[in-house]
């Protein structure tokens, strides 16, 4: 069983996510405050009609929206971040070129997945 005092890289990530949402009006925004701010920009700024018969699948289409370094999350867009990233959530201080590999191809998806998972949690 997981201690409290160490939650799992999915608690964290989670955790990492929402903090990445700032909203400048509300310091104080709760955890599904922030998720629909993230979702209003997104559907404002790229989830229009064209994206989605060009993107049809949500999760592939908000990926693509988090690759155009989107103004209302602060997540890391470079290799070596998202590498320090998954070596914070983990726990772990090094990673073979294999794992590095799959954290960067896997690391847009993980995030898009991650995000829809708590705008349905919060909705």
Request: aromatic share 16%; glycine share 2%.
């Amino acid at each position: 069983m997981k201690s409290i005092n160490n939650p799992s890289p999915k608690i964290k990530l989670i955790v990492f996510l929402l903090d990445s949402i700032e909203i400048e009006e509300n310091e104080n925004a709760t955890s599904s405050e922030k998720i629909k701010f993230f979702f209003d920009c997104y559907d404002k700024e790229f989830n229009h009609d064209y994206n989605k018969r060009y993107y049809p699948n949500e999760q592939e289409r908000l990926k693509n929206y988090l690759q155009g370094l989107p103004s209302c999350i602060n997540i890391p867009f470079y290799n070596w971040d998202i590498i320090e990233l998954y070596k914070d959530l983990n726990g772990i201080k090094t990673l073979s070129s294999k794992k590095e590999e799959s954290v960067l191809k896997y690391y847009w998806d993980k995030i898009a997945f991650t995000l829809l998972q708590l705008k349905r949690k919060f909705n």
